[in-house]
């Protein structure tokens, strides 16, 4: 089964920036979806940014659109968010996600995730 490793969180100052990465290993496919969920505090998890190989696609959530911008390296079976202008409503756990959805921003489908990173943007 695909495994899925999300590393790169930490304590980021208001405007900074920070980069996300996502590994894949196991029995990994260049054809799934991956992206990036996250969960804030006494919040449900929600999508923030995914790549979609089958139409050559990236999707973004309202609220992290113009400052993150994910990115894929197929070869390394990785994918990528660079986070800019962050904000204390940024603060959360991301994690990373792999499938082949037919919803993007669904969390349930998504067969394969990682353990999670956390980012503390403060107030």
């Known amino acids: 089964e695909v495994q899925l490793q999300a590393s790169g969180g930490g304590l980021v100052q208001p405007g900074g920036s920070l980069r996300l990465s996502c590994a894949a290993s196991?029995?990994?496919?260049?054809?799934?979806?991956m992206g990036w969920f996250r969960q804030a505090p006494g919040k449900t998890r929600e999508g923030v940014s995914f790549?979609?190989?089958?139409?050559?696609?990236?999707s973004y959530a309202n609220s992290v659109k113009g400052r993150f911008t994910i990115s894929r390296d197929h070869a390394k079976n990785s994918v990528y968010l660079q986070m800019h202008s962050l904000k204390p409503e940024d603060t959360a756990v991301y994690y990373c996600?792999?499938?082949?959805?037919?919803?993007?921003?669904?969390?349930?489908?998504?067969?394969?995730w990682g353990q999670g990173t956390l980012v503390t943007v403060p107030a």
């Open positions: 996600a792999a499938g082949w959805p037919s919803i993007p921003l669904l969390d349930v489908e998504y067969e394969f």
């Open positions: 196991g029995g990994t496919s260049t054809s799934y979806t």
């Open positions: 790549s979609h190989p089958s139409d050559g696609t990236t």
